[in-house]
């Protein structure tokens, strides 16, 4: 079997950044998942819109898709990568209670 390298890792352990100039473009489709949990009246602020602050999950939507756009700025050696779309999902969850969101 053959050894897998690390392609960001050069011959000495050192980080570095991979040259992609010579790759085709490709269509590519990421999904980020995660749940945030709170009390139950926390959630029941949230759902009924009467955060004192706004709209919690319309502010959500706008900081995952911001997120998704500057993915190069927080993800270290990360190419930067033209973005066609992004879906932010945000469905409660009761029983934690939380809100699953996922983001593609």
């Known amino acids: ?26 269509e590519r489709v990421a999904v980020a998942e995660g749940k ?6 926390t959630l029941d602020i949230v759902l009924s ?8 999950l319309g502010t959500a939507r706008i900081a995952g898709i911001q997120a998704a ?4 700025e927080l993800i270290p050696l990360c190419h ?3 973005i066609t779309k992004v879906e932010i999902a945000i469905e409660p969850d009761k029983r934690l209670p939380a809100l699953s969101c996922a983001g593609r």
């Open 1 to 26: 079997m053959a050894e897998k390298t690390l392609t960001h890792l050069g011959k000495t352990g050192e980080a570095r950044m991979v040259d992609v100039s010579a790759k085709a473009v490709t």
């Open 36 to 41: 945030v949990v709170m009390t139950p009246a």
């Open 49 to 56: 819109g009467d955060a004192k602050k706004g709209d919690v």
């Open 69 to 72: 756009k500057r993915t190069h």
């Open 80 to 82: 930067p990568l033209p």
